[in-house]
Structure formats: C-alpha cells, structure tokens
C-alpha cells in the first residue's frame, strides 16, 4: 500500500479506534451514525494493512472478532453453535477469487447456493422436543442477548414444530417496506422521530423491554441455516431448508442453487438491478457451499466460515440541490420539515422531496437552503439527505428556522421539552382534521366510498361538515352537498347511502378511525371483542386494558389519555346521536361459523376488500387468517399481483381461490 510501518501503525490505530466507537453505536446503542458502506471501507482498510504488516495485527483488533458486545439491557445467551459473521466482496472480481479459493482447496466440482442477503437482526432460534425455547440475537458470534419474549411476538416464528424434535435454527428479522412506510407514518403521526432504515427499526422493535411494543411492530423473519439438529442426518444446505419448511418456518426465499460462479455473479447482479421488486428489502446477496462435508474441508477462520461468503451491492446515492423547505402538517398536529429537491432519479424512480424529520436533524447535518446535497433513499422508500456537500456552497445559501406559527392556521407553534417535535397547538387547524377525516372514512376505518380526499376538502371548504363526525349528518344538508362541483343528485344518493352503511360498521372500525395513537387495526378488533361496546372500551382502565392479549402499557395508556380529553368523548357521543353502532356483536365463532376450522392465506390485491375486511369476514364466521402458507392453509385467496405466496400454493398444492369463489363462499350477496 505504498506507505512506511510507522504511517502504517498510526493509522491502524486510527482505524481500529473509530471501528470500535461504530461497533459500540450499532450493536450497543442501536444508534448508527454511518452507512454499511462506509464501515465496511474502513474495516476494509483495516484488513489491508493487516494483510501488508501481520505484525501489527493485535489480539483487540476489530478484524479478529465478529462484532461488538451483548447489549447490558437483556440477559446474555451464550450460542452453543457460533454466529459467525461473513466475509464481504464487493465486486466480481472478489467474488471470483471467492471460487478459485474453494475450488483450488476442495478440487472437485461445487454447487453454490444463492440467497437474498436481508437487511436485518439476526437472531438463533432454539427448539426442545418441537417447542419454542429460547431466542437470543447474534451479539457478538458467541454470546447474544436473550430475547425470547420479544421473540415469541412474531407470527412467523413458529412455537411448535410439526415434529419433537431438538434443533437450532438461524434467522433473519426484518420489516417488509410496506409495513416500514407504516410505521414511520405512524411515528411521524405521534410526533416521533421517524426510523432510518427497516434494519434499525426492526433492531430496535427486538431490543425493546416491553413485549407489547414489539408486538405492535410489524416484524417478520426467514430462516436462511440450520445451525444443529438430533436425529435426523442432513447432508446440505438445501436439504436442510427443505426440511425446516416441512417443519413450519418461514425460509428465505427464492433460493438458487449453480454450478458455476459466472452463473452465481449474473444472478447477484440480477437482483442488484431488480431489488425493488421485492418487498423487504436486501444490501446483497449470500453465496454459499451446498454440500457439507466440503464446507468441512473448507473448514473456517476465528471469524468467518471459508465456504461462504457476502456480496455487498453498493449504495446508490445521487447529487442534488435543496430549492427550498417547507413545512407539513401531520394529523397530530407535528410540524415536519420537507426539503423540495431538484429532481433526481434514485434506484429508478424521481426524487422531487425528502424528509428532514425535526429541527434537530436540520441542525445536526447543518443543511441550508440552497445547499448541494447527496440523497438515498432509505429502506429504498424514504428519500433521506445523507450529507451537504459544503465545498459547493456559494455564500447565498439560507439557514432554515422553524416556524413559530403553524403554516396552516396560524396557532401558535410549541416545542414540548423533551421532544423532538414541533407541534401546532390549533386543535381545529384544518390540517389536522383534514387528514383525521381522511382516515376517519378510509377502507380499514369506516369504509364510506365516494368521501376521497377532494370532496373532503370540499366539504370542509364550504363549512358543510367541521369534523369527521359531521359526516353523519350530512342528510339534512343534501342541497347544499348537491351545489359541491362534481357532486349532482346522484352522486349525493350514492354518498348517502355509503355513509348510511357505515353506521353498521361495528366497535372495531369505530376505534380505528378515532385515530388513537398505537392503536392500528388489529389492536381496534382485539379491543371490540374483548370489550363488546364502547362504554366498556372508553371507561376501561389501563390495568383492564392490559388484561387483553397484545395490548401492551403504551397503547392502554395512550386510550386512557384518549378518553380523557372531553372533546373526543363529545366526538363520540356525537357518532352515537347519529345512530353509528357503538358495539361489536360479532366474535370468531359467532353467527355463522361456515368457515369454522378453515385457515386462509390472503394475498394480493382485493377489489372489493382490503385485505383486512377480508379477514375480518373470514374470522367472524369461524375461520382463520395466517401470514404464511402451508401444508395446513386451507385455501389461498389471491387477488392482483399475488407475489410469493401463491408459488407457494401452487408447489405445496393448496386450493387457490378468487374473489368472486371466495364471496360464494360466505355467501355475501353484491
């Protein structure tokens, strides 16, 4: 590397103090401050020296282990198989010295199996006679964190296994991107500071000390290795996939097997070109030696196996201008700062905005309007600013303050101590019950067709409704409805007749539309059920609460709050003067229970049912929803653009239905 051994081992030192601080911030503190690709040029960095100079390789150097300490919070596991970490190459030619490296050792033909590299927390899975023991993260390789009640949170990890059997699986945990986009709208909502990346979000849902708030998080997991098993000889890698999917987990999917490694390159840069059709999201691609006992042969280093090693794809991020921030007005009342871009195309599509989240992220990354600024898109959904490209400023650039006042109404604008948040204190500021109206009539709330976010300016603009409830109302009011542009006398009918219908909605959609903050959807249905009407749900206290399964401390607090304000209490009153159905009659196993014993995978998208109202249909008369299909999923109800599960279907020959079969079958009249 052309240098002297004196620069040589003042810059190791450099190196190894600064991968340590990032080590301590990303497996410790959850609080990353770099890329992936960053660190991975410095460790990168590091690694060369060593290579150049071994003897200034030391016992305390980051190459020399496979990560940073157990967190303090959770009781430490220590792994009875390793986690060992992965080599890195980060580009064909790496990969290919890879193969000569395998091949030259072994010196007999390999199969590679290729699989997505997800971008998560990896955790081992422990099972005793086929039931869930323990689960802990990977920490450092060799001693995790226990974290097994979290763990036994998410739906996909099985509890029991469809054999008593001893067994140790790895797995990834991760965060869909659409389940990512949602919890960060609901963060932004409750005037929380939004997550960077799926990765830390499902980092941080895992490390939580309240079960209830990782319940309420969106997470999922593939297994990717089967790390031992008793009793049962397993010869590779596929095979033991395919045995642990006959078992009931979720495998990563999509998983090739090559001959050659020119094969395996075209497939990594298939997916590095096409990742955004997945709907998790990936940073690479994992290469692996199938059979066993050459993964013997190969045998492994102190903190990478020699059989396997990880495509890294490189992080794309583009050049552009700040023209100006503005400010956006959450349903809250949460005053976000939003950078208006020069547009730029990122992983194929426009960046025109990006968040900038609070006055504080502002500050921190010094960003000015006007300045040169480098964007990625975070979770390859969110555009994030990454830095200012300060040696591009001219002078003219301008600071950005945040407003006093709320852009919309003009209500005076607070930050709250301790928050990161800039709230509008107007409680009617038109933003705010804009979007609440919005969602208050939405598929998964109250369903009211024909109420889109254009007439419900409308409305509002002409005074004819102030609140969602005034909704209800709207019968008395039909001449001025029918004067609204694009609203004649049928329109009006229709509307009518929409918001009649939704009166009979039920408990469940009644409590998601009121908007309660940790209060999505299904935490609304397990509420209905448990409570039965709303003068049980909104005197309840946080103690009953949380005797129902799921609701953890935040969420029973967040209701109490919610009841506590007198006007959402007149709110509700109002619903019931208008005759909107305040109880939720209707439980799995009650009325008609045709469905009873049936498990559904739904999949796709629905006409005429989002795909929870579908499975509020299928649970009501007797039946069971699942994320995941299965030897023991009944029927698959697929609807546009099925993706995976319905391969899945199909391989393991589970009946597939369409929308039109699946309403014969409940027997709902159109």
């Not at 960053?38 to 290579?51: Q, R, Y």
């Not at 030259?104 to 199969?111: A, I, N, S, Y």
């Not at 995978?601 to 499975?615: D, F």
Request: charged share 30%.
């Amino acid at each position: 590397m052309a240098c002297s051994f004196e620069e040589a081992k003042r810059r190791a030192e450099e190196l190894r103090a600064e991968i340590e601080e990032h080590n301590h911030r990303y497996y410790v503190l959850d609080q990353p401050v770099i890329e992936d690709s960053e660190f991975d040029e410095l460790m990168k960095e590091l690694a060369s020296i060593e290579e150049e100079f071994p003897e200034l390789v030391t016992p305390y150097s980051p190459t020399q282990r496979v990560g940073g300490k157990a967190s303090e919070k959770f009781q430490k596991v220590v792994h009875s198989v390793p986690m060992l970490s992965l080599a890195n190459a980060f580009n064909e030619g790496e990969l290919r010295d890879f193969d000569r490296r395998v091949r030259g050792t072994l010196e007999q033909p390999v199969k590679y199996v290729v699989e997505f590299k997800i971008d998560g927390l990896s955790v081992a899975l422990q099972y005793r006679e086929g039931v869930f023991f323990r689960g802990a993260t990977r920490g450092d390789g060799t001693v995790g964190e226990d974290i097994t009640a979290n763990l036994r949170t998410i739906n996909t990890i099985p509890l029991r296994l469809r054999d008593k059997i001893d067994l140790e699986v790895r797995g990834e945990v991760f965060i869909s991107l659409k389940g990512f986009e949602e919890l960060n709208r609901r963060q932004e909502d409750r005037g929380l500071s939004a997550f960077a990346n799926p990765r830390n979000a499902a980092a941080g849902s895992l490390r939580q000390l309240d079960p209830g708030i990782t319940a309420a998080r969106p997470l999922d997991i593939f297994i990717f290795n089967l790390q031992y098993i008793e009793g049962k000889e397993v010869v590779s890698h596929v095979q033991g996939l395919e045995l642990l999917r006959e078992l009931g987990f979720k495998v990563s999917p999509d998983i090739r097997v090559f001959d050659s490694m020119e094969a395996v390159i075209e497939h990594c840069l298939y997916w590095q070109h096409h990742r955004d059709r997945l709907y998790f999201d990936i940073d690479g691609m994992v290469i692996k030696v199938d059979d066993f006992s050459q993964r013997e042969q190969l045998g492994a280093t102190s903190k990478n196996p020699r059989w396997a090693v990880a495509y890294k794809f490189p992080a794309e991020i583009k050049k552009t201008r700040i023209k100006d921030i503005i400010i956006q007005v959450g349903r809250t009342g949460a005053l976000t700062p939003t950078a208006l871009l020069e547009p730029v195309k990122i992983s194929g599509t426009t960046v025109s905005r990006a968040t900038l989240h609070n006055e504080d992220y502002i500050k921190q990354k010094d960003i000015c309007i006007g300045d040169s600024v480098l964007v990625k898109k975070a979770g390859e959904i969110i555009p994030e600013v990454v830095e200012v490209v300060k040696e591009d400023r001219s002078g003219e650039e301008k600071e950005f303050r945040m407003p006093s006042t709320c852009p919309v109404c003009g209500a005076g604008a607070v930050r709250l101590e301790g928050e990161a948040v800039t709230r509008c204190t107007g409680i009617a500021c038109p933003a705010r019950t804009t979007r609440s109206i919005i969602h208050f009539v939405s598929r998964d709330a109250m369903d009211i067709s024909g109420l889109g976010p254009a007439i419900v300016e409308q409305l509002l603009a002409a005074g004819i409704i102030k609140d969602a409830a005034d909704i209800y109302y709207l019968e008395d009011r039909r001449e001025e409805l029918a004067g609204l542009e694009r609203m004649g006398e049928k329109s009006v009918d229709n509307l009518l007749k929409a918001v009649g219908a939704s009166k009979e909605r039920g408990l469940a959609r009644v409590i998601t539309a009121l908007g309660i903050p940790f209060i999505g959807s299904r935490a609304a249905s397990l509420l209905a059920r448990h409570f039965g009407s709303m003068d049980r749900f909104s005197t309840a206290t946080v103690e009953e609460l949380m005797e129902v399964p799921e609701i953890g401390v935040k969420m029973a607090e967040s209701v109490r709050i919610f009841f506590g304000q007198a006007q959402n209490r007149e709110f509700v009153e109002k619903l019931r003067r208008a005759g909107v159905k305040l109880v939720e009659e209707d439980s799995p196993g009650d009325g008609s229970a045709e469905l009873e014993g049936l498990t559904f995978v739904i999949t796709g998208t629905l006409e005429n049912y989002s795909r929870s109202q579908a499975g509020e249909l299928i649970e009501k008369m007797g039946g069971r929803v699942s994320s995941s299909v299965s030897r023991k999923t009944n029927y698959v109800l697929a609807g546009e653009n099925p993706g995976s599960k319905l391969d899945r279907a199909r391989q393991l020959g589970v009946k597939v239905i369409n929308e039109e079969e699946f309403e014969a079958m409940i027997n709902l009249q159109k």
